[in-house]
């Protein structure tokens, strides 16, 4: 199955709540963690799935696309920030990455944190 099938097909969209009753249930590679959650944030919630479950790789995709931002995400334990504004294949291209073991960064925040 390609990664573009397998994304389409693995996709839920919780809340921090339902996301751990899932990580507890589902064993998953890979989280992808949004900063915009109802009930949590989601720095917090990189830190209780990395506290909880280092197995699992993180993804953030956030509409914040700042060096704040992705380095709050890197430093709680996200292995790879990148951008709701990014084209499909980027996001693809990130989630290969952290799940092969290497970091991510979108390339527009990269550029900003090493100006």
């Not at 992808?32 to 009930?39: G, K, M, P, S």
């Amino acid at each position: 199955m390609s990664l573009g099938a397998w994304a389409r097909e693995s996709y839920w969209r919780v809340e921090r709540g339902e996301g751990i009753h899932l990580l507890d249930e589902t064993a998953p590679h890979l989280a992808i963690v949004d900063f915009e959650l109802t009930d949590g944030d989601g720095v917090q919630l990189i830190r209780h799935i990395k506290d909880n479950w280092v197995a699992v790789c993180i993804l953030v995709i956030s509409s914040h696309d700042d060096t704040q931002h992705s380095k709050g995400a890197m430093d709680a334990g996200a292995m790879g920030f990148a951008s709701k504004h990014e084209a499909v294949e980027h996001i693809l291209d990130a989630i290969e990455a952290v799940l092969s073991g290497q970091m991510y960064l979108n390339p527009q925040v990269a550029d900003k944190a090493f100006d």
